[in-house]
């Protein structure tokens, strides 16, 4: 099986929000959330650069390690993904993030949040796939269509790369060395306790 | 209008030009696009502790511009590491220690037995107090534990669906009853403060390592004893920890940063674990421990020489202020009366 990741080639992303649309749209993201969102750093300094963020789907997801009800499970695809009806909202994961992935629908009183939502890497839920149940709760599931996630397949400077880990470094080193530079694949020593090393 | 225009042409054209000669210039300005400002590695080295690597957004989520927050992963260390070990090693341990001083030592009797006749020693009110925040606090500590160590021991026992529903319930029983629990907190400070000052009486009771070790041992102690005033001021003090971290966790504005809030847990949670371990002692000796104790909180009434042997000096204090009224619930008429001064 593959190991799924994202990676952000900084150097190619022009904060278009493409991908922050794409996602909203194709998961009727629900009003006060964005699973991805694009930063930018050095904001009109010399040195600016884009990084579009969600979750990063980490090896040994603090997420799931800090999770009271066992909410959090790993697909075979290495997909971290929740089920909204375990979820009881007390927002630890939300906490042990370093991605700022978590996000709740709504803030009540005495820390009430609502359930959990965060990237599901297009691949849904623990309901049947691509059921209505579960395009409800988590969005489409085109992993299970045979796609990849929409904000990559879409990134019009192919900034945003999605699919097996080893692929996409590939990838991404393959440019490095041909334009000369690069800076870096953005979260993944922290996700995945590794680099791409060019 | 076409003098205006006129006017303004060269100025136009001035500025076409400066644009037009500028464009190499600025492209030689153009920073190394090796730049190490924008390297993700050299970010993260120049971060400081609790820190994260952080830019503009133009989503109205202000924090959602932190795009890497690496200590994050160091409180899920830490939570579900230390926090998690420290909280089952404090209440296991209490409890092998309960158990294993009941099997030397047994339950401690009262001296010469039930004489039968009874002195008030709490009160109505004080008796509520006690029960408000007893009840409270152990309903807050067990939906408390259940968020820590809940998925380890009840999850297997009743399958993920009930479990989910169970500690849901849990939170919101956690959120609501910490207020009543923080009332009935103020009111067993206002009620007992006043007894619970330590005195010379309190040295002679640690001396002594209460009598608890020793059959028929029982060093004088006033209303209460050097034991009861630490539980009092565990209770107080660490309940008064419990309440302000508790409400920073409810209320995530006041504490302020994510990084503040993780601190406010980790207290929390670690307070609790002692708290929790030192209430089960207070509940061994409260209950199974003693004979004769329970009845204080219970009726509110305990025995004469239950009195006489555990709380002399208060039993004496007694006597002193309503020489016909104590002791001797049959004698006194008004057993509130006769205890109301003392409490």
Not at chain 1, 142 to 163: D, I, N, V
Not at chain 2, 86 to 113: S, T
Request: with cysteine; net charge positive; aromatic share 8%.
């Amino acid at each position: 099986m593959a190991r799924m990741k994202f990676l952000c080639d900084a150097d190619r992303c022009v904060e278009c929000q493409a991908c922050v649309t794409a996602c909203k749209n194709e998961h009727e993201v629900p009003w006060g959330i964005n699973r991805r969102r694009v930063v930018t750093i050095n904001d009109g300094l010399p040195g600016e650069r884009s990084v579009s963020m969600a979750c990063m789907h980490c090896t040994d997801a603090p997420c799931q390690a800090v999770c009271p009800v066992n909410a959090f499970y790993t697909t075979d695809d290495a997909v971290v993904l929740h089920s909204k009806d375990t979820c009881i909202g007390c927002g630890y994961c939300f906490y042990a993030c370093p991605f700022g992935a978590p996000q709740f629908p709504r803030v009540g009183n005495f820390g009430t949040r609502g359930k959990m939502d965060k990237c599901t890497y297009c691949s849904g839920g623990p309901e049947a796939d691509m059921s209505q149940a579960e395009y409800v709760k988590y969005g489409s599931n085109r992993l299970a269509e045979g796609k990849l996630p929409l904000c990559a397949e879409m990134c019009s400077t192919k900034a945003l790369l999605a699919g097996d880990g080893d692929i996409i470094a590939d990838i991404y080193r393959e440019r490095v060395v041909t334009r000369g530079y690069g800076s870096g694949a953005w979260g993944w020593r922290t996700a995945y306790g590794e680099t791409v090393s060019v | 209008m076409l003098k205006t225009l006129m006017l303004r042409l060269p100025a136009l054209l001035a500025l076409v030009a400066l644009i037009a000669f500028a464009g190499p210039e600025v492209r030689a300005q153009q920073v190394n696009p090796t730049e190490s400002s924008v390297q993700e590695d050299a970010l993260m080295r120049a971060l400081q502790s609790g820190e994260a690597v952080s830019g503009r957004i133009s989503i109205p989520d202000a924090r959602a511009g932190k795009i890497i927050k690496p200590d994050n992963k160091d409180w899920e260390a830490w939570h579900e590491g230390t926090v998690t070990t420290l909280n089952v090693v404090l209440l296991v341990g209490m409890l092998v220690l309960l158990a294993g001083f009941y099997l030397l030592r047994g339950r401690i009797r009262i001296p010469g037995g039930f004489s039968g006749r009874t002195i008030q020693r709490f009160n109505a009110v004080e008796r509520f107090a006690h029960w408000l925040v007893a009840g409270t606090f152990i309903i807050l500590a067990l939906t408390g534990l259940n968020l820590l160590i809940g998925r380890a021991v009840v999850l297997p026992v009743l399958g993920e669906s009930a479990f989910s529903t169970l500690s849901a319930w849990g939170k919101i029983a956690h959120n609501y009853l910490a207020w009543p629990y923080m009332i009935a907190l103020a009111i067993v400070f206002v009620v007992w403060v006043l007894h619970n000052v330590p005195n010379k009486a309190d040295v002679e009771w640690i001396k002594q390592g209460g009598g608890l070790l020793k059959d028929g041992a029982h060093p004088p102690a006033k209303k209460f004893n050097a034991g009861q005033k630490v539980v009092f001021w565990s209770v107080v003090l660490g309940g008064a920890a419990l309440s302000f971290s508790g409400v920073m966790l409810l209320f995530p504005e006041l504490a302020g940063s994510s990084a503040t809030w993780q601190l406010y847990l980790v207290i929390h949670a670690i307070v609790a674990g002692i708290l929790g371990a030192i209430i089960l002692a207070h509940i061994y000796i409260g209950t199974l421990g003693m004979e004769g104790a329970f009845d204080a909180m219970g009726t509110g009434e305990v025995d004469e020489n239950w009195a006489k042997a555990n709380h002399s000096l208060w039993v004496e204090e007694l006597k002193r202020r309503r020489p016909a009224a104590a002791p001797g619930k049959a004698a006194a008429g008004a057993p509130g009366k006769a205890a109301a001064p003392a409490a």
